[in-house]
């Protein structure tokens, strides 16, 4: 293999003699990158063995739990190793061998529908998608954001199991649930007061299938530049959807320290004091 050194400006080794050896290589490369190599194997054979596992019907019945049937799709789909459209034909074809109605792949068909019209907003919008699509429902002004992430979230040591957990998993994995990049996000967001755009640029650094488009406009979803209000948790939905996985080892959970601890109202009045009812 050539080193780094002898290749041609602004390319990479593409072949190695092992697994560890391309994360030698990608080190000496990269040596202020977080992380090591992601678990998650890419390539067309991947792709293809992962289609043909979905279960529509259990992604639909459990797809917002951690531990629920997702399809692991999304990184064979944003580097176009998958098309939606092949996705979606694989979804027929499940629902014709299954004898299932097409309700009971409703839900999939849904998420890839709305893939398809992030990607499609992104071609109208162009780096617009990193500008705020309206303002803020928080009742916050603008400047009250900060502009960086600190360094306890970037080094998953804020002291929340949940937190720290979900910022491990992106650093280490390059992959997070939806579920969790939505309290992530909103923690960030609203718990933080970061703006949005800092959290994007964070998850775009490390989600093997991130992309501008989903990522975004998610992250603005959750901030309410893009959303009638904004998105937020509190410690039950978390525990209802980790399984209790977080909570039950978390020291702020056992301390009474929580800050997710409350009802919707109570989040609401503390979290957005100055935001207009919706």
Same mark, same amino acid.
């Given at each position: 293999m050539r080193s780094g050194?002898?290749?041609?400006p602004?390319?990479?080794?593409?072949?190695?003699?092992?697994?560890?050896?391309?994360? +030698?290589?990608?080190?000496?490369?990269?040596?202020?990158?977080?992380?090591?190599l992601? !678990?998650?194997? &890419?390539g067309?054979?991947?792709?293809?063995?992962?289609? +043909?596992?979905?279960?529509? /019907?259990?992604?639909?019945r459990?797809?917002?739990h951690?531990d629920? /049937?997702?399809?692991r799709?999304s990184?064979?789909?944003?580097h176009?190793v998958?098309s939606?459209?092949?996705?979606?034909e694989a979804?027929?074809?499940?629902?014709?061998?299954? &004898?299932?109605? !097409?309700?009971?792949?409703?839900?999939?068909?849904? =998420?890839? &529908?709305?893939r398809?019209y992030?990607?499609?907003?992104?071609?109208? $919008?162009?780096?617009?998608?990193?500008?705020?699509q309206?303002?803020?429902?928080t009742g916050?002004?603008? =400047?009250?954001y900060?502009?960086?992430?600190?360094d306890d979230?970037l080094?998953?040591?804020?002291g929340?199991?949940?937190m720290?957990?979900?910022?491990? =998993?992106?650093?280490?994995?390059?992959?997070?649930?939806n579920?969790?990049?939505?309290?992530?996000a909103a923690?960030?967001?609203?718990?933080?007061?970061?703006?949005?755009? +800092?959290? +994007?640029?964070?998850? $775009?650094?490390?989600?093997?299938?991130g992309?501008?488009?989903?990522?975004?406009?998610?992250?603005?979803?959750?901030?309410?530049?893009?959303?009638?209000?904004?998105?937020?948790?509190?410690? =039950?939905?978390?525990?209802r959807?980790?399984?209790?996985?977080y909570?039950?080892?978390?020291?702020?959970?056992? *301390?009474?320290?929580?800050?997710f *601890?409350?009802?919707?109202?109570?989040?609401q009045?503390?979290?957005f004091?100055?935001?207009? !009812?919706?």
């Open positions: 050194d002898s290749l041609p602004g390319d990479l080794p593409r072949q190695f003699a092992s697994r560890d050896g391309m994360e +030698a290589t990608l080190r000496q490369l990269f040596p202020q990158a977080p992380g090591g992601s !678990p998650i194997q &890419g067309r054979r991947a792709a293809e063995a992962a289609l +043909a596992a979905i279960d529509p /019907a259990a992604y639909g459990s797809r917002n951690l629920g /049937a997702v399809t799709l990184p064979h789909i944003r176009g998958l939606l459209v092949e996705v979606r979804v027929f074809a499940w629902l014709a061998r299954s &004898g299932q109605p !097409p309700v009971a792949a409703q839900k999939l068909i849904n =998420e890839l &529908g709305w398809d992030w990607q499609r907003l992104w071609r109208q $919008l162009g780096d617009g998608i990193w500008r705020d309206e303002p803020l429902k916050h002004p603008p =400047e009250r900060a502009a960086a992430l600190p979230l080094e998953a040591r804020t929340l199991a949940c720290d957990g979900f910022a491990s =998993e992106l650093i280490h994995t390059g992959w997070l649930h579920h969790a990049r939505m309290w992530l923690y960030v967001v609203h718990w933080r007061l970061i703006q949005w755009q +800092a959290g +994007a640029r964070w998850f $775009l650094q490390h989600l093997l299938d992309d501008p488009a989903s990522n975004n406009l998610s992250w603005q979803w959750v901030a309410s530049s893009f959303s009638s209000k904004p998105y937020m948790f509190n410690r =039950e939905n978390l525990e959807f980790s399984s209790g996985r909570c039950s080892a978390c020291a702020a959970a056992s *301390e009474g320290t929580c800050p *601890e409350a009802s919707y109202e109570q989040l009045a503390h979290l004091p100055g935001a207009s !009812p919706c």
